[in-house]
């Protein structure tokens, strides 16, 4: 399988991007930092580029069969429009290319705490979460309308210890009492659903 990650070189990204490797796909990963990629493999294409430039985003999913997107929020400070972007110019492009597998990272916020709330929107939400999970929403609030075979996996906090697979699942909400999760778990369970239909067009929350 011929694999775009958007966001390689961030934490689940990274992770993404070397289990991609490691089953002998064919991996591009799209980032505007060469300097921030460490990897070097056979296997693995590198197309620099900027994810608000719709021309590099399209040329670079061209021929892909499937999309990955670890793009985190940007950290200015400021609420801004940096994923919402990224998200249309990466939905264009699987459109112009034929791609409908489209796997992307979010947050726990934008799950459903219940089901007519969201749980960015609880006062008991972290206020130091609330603008990341406010960028994660705008993107997803474009993505659900496309047409899209996508998945969007939302974690609560994640600790780099290493990975069991004793994780829990939920569509649309947070499993029960789930508070935390692994890097390396949230990475495994969004690369293995590139092989699978399974919560097409659901928000995954992931747990233990």
């Not at 493999?41 to 985003?57: K, M, P, T, W, Y």
């Not at 916020?109 to 219940?114: A, K, T």
């Not at 999760?181 to 293995?192: G, K, L, P, T």
């Amino acid at each position: 399988m011929k694999i775009i990650v958007f966001g390689g070189t961030g934490r689940v990204g990274r992770v993404v991007l070397d289990r991609a490797l490691s089953d002998n796909h064919v991996v591009t990963i799209f980032v505007g930092n060469i300097s921030k990629l460490t990897v070097r493999r056979e296997n693995l294409r590198i197309h620099a580029g900027d994810v608000f430039n719709s021309q590099a985003v399209r040329d670079a999913i061209r021929g892909q069969d499937a999309i990955i997107s670890a793009l985190g929020p940007d950290n200015s400070g400021s609420v801004n429009d940096t994923l919402a972007v990224a998200m249309k110019n990466i939905i264009n492009g699987a459109r112009e290319s034929g791609v409908t597998k489209l796997v992307a990272i979010a947050n726990a916020g934008i799950l459903q705490l219940s089901p007519r709330e969201l749980r960015l929107d609880s006062p008991n939400y972290p206020q130091y979460l609330k603008k990341t999970s406010r960028e994660y929403l705008d993107a997803f609030e474009i993505l659900k309308t496309s047409e899209l075979e996508w998945t969007v996996v939302c974690p609560p906090f994640m600790s780099f210890a290493e990975g069991n697979q004793s994780y829990r699942v939920a569509a649309d909400f947070l499993p029960e009492n789930g508070e935390r999760i692994s890097v390396q778990d949230v990475a495994e369970f969004a690369y293995n659903l590139l092989f699978t239909s399974e919560y097409s067009q659901k928000r995954v929350g992931i747990a233990y």
